[in-house]
């Protein structure tokens, strides 16, 4: 793991952590975590929290809630990743998660190898939910907080696992897609779902329904 270090000012003193949940899903927002805790610092157990199992995670997150000094989400929602990207609604919802912190970072890390448009010092880290701690509690809390919102939406839309898959593009996800067409938090911009969208269309196509019962009613000659 890598320890953050004060600049030689000495004038770095809040160091907030960014991270990401959700930037490859198929359904639902993109959740941004930005965390500030003391450094250095440790907590047991602490790493990127696609290293981590649900359970490990989510015994983490309220431990990260309780020790650090302040933390925020930031939201992407379906809409505006369909409209601007994602990963534009990415580096939002991370400008959101920072903007909305309680205390004002004198510095931010960031997962990832792209800085969201905020007025502080900054700076992007690849693997540094991996790398660096706080942004590894960061990546706990952004992916916690998206599991539990997509475990909510699998009440709304129970055909497409969300409860397991939390919207990812697994083989009972996209064989759902192609039974059912999609759901209002299905993102159109994603290519799968873009392509189950459409063949529901064409399924739903009143000319497709007239060939077709046209075909069935064809009395073909017998020899």
């Known amino acids: 793991m890598r320890l953050l270090k004060f600049s030689m000012t000495g004038n770095h003193k809040y160091i907030a952590g960014v991270d990401e949940a959700g930037r490859g899903a198929l359904a639902g927002p993109v959740i941004a975590a930005a965390v500030i805790m003391e450094e250095p610092f440790e907590i047991r157990g602490l790493t990127d929290s696609k290293k981590l199992s649900r359970s490990q995670r989510e015994r983490l997150a309220p431990i990260l809630k309780e020790k650090c000094l302040a933390w925020s989400i930031g939201v992407g929602s379906v809409q505006e990743i369909d409209e601007i990207n994602i990963l ?25 190898s792209q800085l969201p448009a905020i007025d502080m010092p900054a700076e992007a880290i690849v693997k540094g939910d991996l790398l660096v701690p706080i942004i590894s509690a960061a990546s706990v809390l952004a992916k916690v907080t998206r599991d539990q919102m997509m475990r909510g939406y699998a009440d709304d839309y129970p055909q497409y696992g969300f409860e397991k898959n939390v919207g990812y593009g697994t083989a009972f996800h996209l064989k759902a897609l192609s039974l059912y067409g999609i759901s209002p938090i ?33 009395r073909f000659p017998t020899a």
Not at 204 to 213: A, C, D, G, K, N
């Open 88 to 112: 534009k609604s990415t580096l939002q919802a991370m400008k959101r998660a920072v903007e909305s912190l309680l205390i004002r970072p004198d510095e931010v890390v960031v997962d990832g």
């Open 186 to 218: 299905h993102r159109l911009s994603f290519s799968p779902v873009a392509a189950a969208n459409q063949q529901k269309l064409f399924e739903s196509s009143p000319w497709v329904l007239f060939i077709w019962e046209f075909t069935l009613n064809i």
